[in-house]
């Protein structure tokens, strides 16, 4: 087992990773940027060095100082958290020349499943339903066209290198296809460098269900259940829960034994995440592998009893998994809260919390980096708190999201926090009838 991790993030993930290695009896290092020398991350890791100027590319982004740091400190692995370094091929790479244990996929993995195009035929070729679309990138326009008119109008325009929704047009009908095809693909080369695109069959709007998976080095493969993700405002998730109200215990063994095959058949180690598409009659297609630990990984935590975190660790150590799967209980949700003006676009108001108090009571998590008079800076995202609930089902649990949220006092910035309370009275959520269409459909009521 490792002796000692550097955790190359900050926020409430940041101490979400050292939680676990105090469990694990795992020395922590954390790394800090000017702008976080008072956060709860450094008090609380073992060690902490400053890596530079607030700005992320500076500081969080910056793999020489985040390597010496682990050097110095004489860290035998790095946990990169979620977003930063998490999915840099070229970090992960780094850590293995330097003989540190990137807890993390591979180089190789972080390139192929972030290739879009080339991860959705990977998944294909080894029995993934995926959606009918060309079969890798498409570069002429009239080729394009040609599959459009196969599979039938809408169609989607992926970037390959894109994903999280940047780098999509949609083409509703055959003369619109040709400008779609031309601002996505311009668009993919300025973000991302590369102006491949491929092309989907379109899904008006479709549920979005991921299953968490998990991977050791001998080839085991186990599924933890699916998380409905579809609350999401520009590809933001809001809210997040687990089970999704309309799998059925079927159709989780379905999508569970597919996301194992797909993870299979790249030899995947670690903790992952399969994002499913699941139109209105309930068929799924894969549409992008996560190859992190993600924000929303406590609903899993709480229906599946097991700590997705040190799970990661024990087998990034070449251990078995400790904790396997087994029927889920109950029914979780979480809540982000942000520091964001829901009633001016969700903008986000930094500032100084000038009075905060936590909800508590049975079924209730709160992961968290903030405390009262915490100066939230400007450089990072709004995150402020997950408010992750548990009840023994459904409506148990939005009852209990009611009442933590009612209970949570953030004063001194702008939250989500009455944005919740509004969706957790919001019949068609109460009823589990939405999709990604929700939010939008909910802001112009
Ligand atoms: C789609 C789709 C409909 N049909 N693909 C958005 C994020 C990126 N991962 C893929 N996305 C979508 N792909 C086909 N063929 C609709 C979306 C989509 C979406 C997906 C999940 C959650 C929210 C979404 C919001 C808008 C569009």
């Keep these: 087992m490792f002796k000692k991790i550097l955790i190359a993030n900050r926020g409430e993930i940041a101490l979400r990773i050292i939680r676990t290695c105090k469990e694990l009896g795992i020395k922590t290092v954390a790394v800090f940027s000017e702008a976080d020398k008072d956060s709860l991350h450094v008090t ?9 100027p607030p700005i992320s590319k500076e500081s969080y982004l910056k793999i020489p100082s985040i390597i010496s740091a682990a050097q110095i400190t004489g860290a035998d692995a790095i946990h990169p958290g979620y977003g930063f370094l998490s999915e840099n091929a070229g970090f992960s790479d780094i850590c293995r020349e330097s003989n540190i244990k990137f807890i993390g996929p591979s180089a190789k993995m972080i390139n192929g499943m972030g290739d879009k195009a080339y991860a959705k035929e990977t998944m294909k070729r080894n029995g993934v339903p995926v959606v009918p679309g060309s079969d890798g990138v498409i570069s002429k326009v009239e080729d394009g066209l040609g599959i459009a008119s196969e599979i039938g109008f809408p169609v989607i325009i992926k970037a390959t290198a894109g994903g999280g929704g940047k780098g999509m047009r949609i083409a509703w009908d055959k003369s619109d296809f040709e400008k779609a095809f031309t601002l996505a693909s311009s668009e993919a080369a300025s973000s991302f460098g590369n102006p491949d695109c491929y092309i989907e069959k379109y899904i008006e709007n ?18 933890y259940g699916e998380r409905d993700c579809s609350i999401q405002r520009r590809h933001q998730k809001l809210i997040e829960e687990a089970p999704s109200p309309i799998i059925t215990p079927e159709l989780r063994k379905k999508m569970g034994e597919a996301a194992i095959l797909g993870a299979k058949s790249v030899n995947y180690e670690g903790v992952g995440t399969i994002e499913f598409l699941v139109d209105k009659h309930k068929n799924f297609y ?8 993600q924000v929303e990984h406590p609903v899993t935590e709480m229906i599946y009893d097991v700590d997705l975190i040190r799970q990661q660790i024990i087998v990034a150590s070449g251990a078995h998994v400790e904790t396997l799967p087994r029927d889920p209980i109950g029914h979780s949700i979480e809540f982000r809260l942000n520091a964001e003006d829901p009633d ?6 930094p500032g100084k919390i000038e009075s905060l108090h936590f909800p508590g009571g049975f079924g209730v998590r709160i992961d968290s980096h903030v405390y009262q008079s915490y100066v939230i800076p400007p450089y990072y995202d709004s995150l402020l708190a997950k408010l992750i609930v548990w009840g023994k089902d459904r409506p148990h649990a939005i009852a209990r999201g009611k009442r933590a949220l009612e209970e949570f006092t ?5 939250t989500t926090i009455p944005f919740h309370l509004k969706v957790l009275s919001d019949e068609n959520f109460v009823s589990g009838n ?3 269409g929700f939010i939008d459909n909910f802001l112009t009521k």
């Design 410 to 414: 953030i004063e001194g910035v702008k």
């Design 434 to 436: 939405f999709d990604t």
């Design 206 to 223: 479709p549920r979005h269900v991921e299953i968490q998976i998990l991977g050791d080095k001998f080839g085991n493969v186990y599924h």
């Design 44 to 52: 609380f890791a073992d060690e902490a060095v400053c890596i530079g």
């Design 344 to 349: 001016n676009n969700f903008m986000p108001c």
């Design 286 to 293: 894969f549409m992008e592998m996560n190859t992190r630990i």
